[in-house]
């Protein structure tokens, strides 16, 4: 299991309606590619949204990492939508669960 922290922050002039366009369309792929497991949003009070992505493996990952909408949409993100970002690939050295 591999997880992804995405954290960011929108610039001023984003087009959040685009954004949700977008963002509808990579939920869409990413969800229907072989080894996704979830996909979880929250924003903070502060307004930086984070996003929990979870794959079975690392090789599921980088096959989505490098989809190419997906790189097309980074790269729109980075030019029109993001202030900032900051991801995290993490590996569960323990996990819990109850009940």
């Not at 309606?17 to 996909?39: D, H, I, K, N, Q």
């Not at 989809?67 to 995290?88: D, K, L, T, V």
Request: proline content about 5%; aromatic content about 12%; charged content about 25%.
């Amino acid at each position: 299991m591999v997880t992804i922290v995405f954290r960011t922050r929108l610039r001023p002039d984003a087009d959040i309606a685009e954004l949700e366009v977008l963002g509808a369309r990579m939920a869409e792929l990413a969800t229907a590619m072989p080894g996704f497991v979830s996909y979880k949003d929250f924003t903070s009070a502060d307004g930086e949204a984070l996003s929990l992505i979870e794959f079975a493996s690392t090789e599921a990952l980088a096959a989505w990492r490098n989809h190419p909408e997906h790189r097309e949409a980074q790269r729109r993100g980075r030019e029109s939508f993001f202030a900032e970002y900051h991801i995290q690939v993490c590996e569960p050295l323990r996990a819990y669960s109850f009940p």
